[in-house]
């Protein structure tokens, strides 16, 4: 098809067969870089009015931890810039970095002394939650042996690491990252071209194994579940929950949360939806809900292409980051609800914590590097 008569496509609103689709232009690119630009400069916004009174609290300037997050999303971006060159297959080697890094760092933060909550700490500083670092580097790890054709020692050594890499997970991080690390995981396994009963059992199998490693480990993994599950009126939980029926349906207005000066509990991490819902109400909520859903469709319309041009490595990363976004976002949105008792998870983009945005914007970043080559490479060539 000439370029002139080519038509572009968007995911959401052009029916195509897959055919015709994989002939076009996309639009989904330019869709997908909108939807995390608006939710990129929302998170930004909202931190900000979450947190300049507890920083102005604590001697520190009230752009404080709005600037820190800033800074590690534009370093962020930058380093996705360098990568994006090495898209889609070559970047895979990162592995033989990530993978020793997570199993040191994840190591290191079951020592009491060179850690505090999960995260490696230095003179008191938290630094990074491991845990989050083991999110973004199960898809390297994984595809090493889950598109090897031939089983050598590299298959066994990469997947027993990774297995390792995803049980210290659930101690270091808890039950909601090694949630969102089995479900990944099971994804990539059936992408790989596994069976459905074989994924399902090996889905099953890794539950098993985490509930068996939870009962070893009650006080890490347990622990903040059940505290969670029986909360008292009082608890952070409760509170939050208040505060996200005080904001109604349009909210009072972004800066003008009230809960946030005295009551909530790190308004600024972990709790800092219910700050967003307070101000921005339930239409906030539900503007958040569908850019959600909007990556979703578009992650899950790129593991087809990729899958369609049997480039099953590319549809794991995709699914990995996707699942990465979305499912960590809605856990934690469910758990500041008090619908989920699975604390521990920070919200992509909004929550406090330099690493975390880090990853989670360089995750993003590569994501949208994989839409971009998935949907326009036939009209390159």
């Known amino acids: ?51 300049y009174q507890k920083a102005i609290s604590e001697g520190l300037p009230h752009y404080y931890y709005f600037f820190r997050n800033l800074i590690a999303g534009l370093s962020a971006l930058a380093v996705a810039f360098i990568v994006r060159i090495f898209m889609p297959h070559k970047v895979l080697g990162l592995r033989y970095v990530l993978m020793p890094l997570a199993l040191v760092l994840l190591v290191l933060s079951l020592i009491p002394s060179l850690s505090a909550g999960g995260y490696i700490t230095i003179s008191g500083i938290r630094i990074i939650d491991p845990s989050y670092l083991a999110l973004f580097t199960l898809p390297f790890a994984a595809s090493q042996f889950l598109t090897a054709g ?86 952070p939980v409760a509170i939050a929950g208040s505060i996200i029926q005080r904001g109604g349906i349009t909210g009072c207005g972004l800066g003008k949360g009230l809960f946030k000066l005295y009551l909530l509990s790190s308004p600024e991490s972990e709790f800092i939806f219910a700050s967003f819902a307070e101000e921005a109400g339930y239409i906030g909520t ?57 604390p521990g998870l920070l919200l992509p983009f909004f929550s406090y914590d330099p690493a975390w945005e880090f990853i989670s914007v360089l995750s993003s970043s590569m994501l949208y590097r994989l839409i971009y080559i998935m949907g326009r490479e036939n009209e390159k060539k």
């Open 286 to 342: 539900a503007v958040l809900l569908v850019l959600l859903i909007f990556i979703s469709v578009l992650g899950i319309r790129t593991v087809q292409r990729s899958i369609g041009r049997n480039d099953r490595a590319s549809a794991m990363m995709v699914a990995s980051f996707t699942i990465f976004i979305v499912l960590t976002s809605v856990i934690n949105m469910a758990y500041v609800s008090g619908f989920l008792p699975l």
């Open 150 to 235: 031939k089983r050598g020692a590299g298959y066994y050594i990469f997947a027993v690491l990774t297995l390792l890499m995803m049980f210290l997970s659930l101690v270091s991080g808890g039950v909601g990252v090694y949630l969102i690390l089995i479900l990944a995981f099971t994804v990539m396994l059936r992408i790989s071209g596994e069976r459905c009963l074989r994924t399902f059992l090996s889905f099953l199998i890794l539950a098993v194994l985490g509930v068996i490693i939870a009962l070893i480990f009650p006080q890490q993994v347990l622990e903040p579940v059940v505290s969670s599950f029986y909360s008292s009126p009082d608890s």
């Open 1 to 51: 098809m000439p370029r002139s008569e080519q038509r572009s496509y968007d995911d959401y609103s052009y029916s195509a067969t897959a055919k015709e689709k994989e002939s076009a232009g996309s639009l989904s690119p330019f869709t997908y870089l909108c939807t995390v630009l608006i939710l990129a400069l929302l998170g930004l916004i909202v931190l900000y009015s979450s947190s």
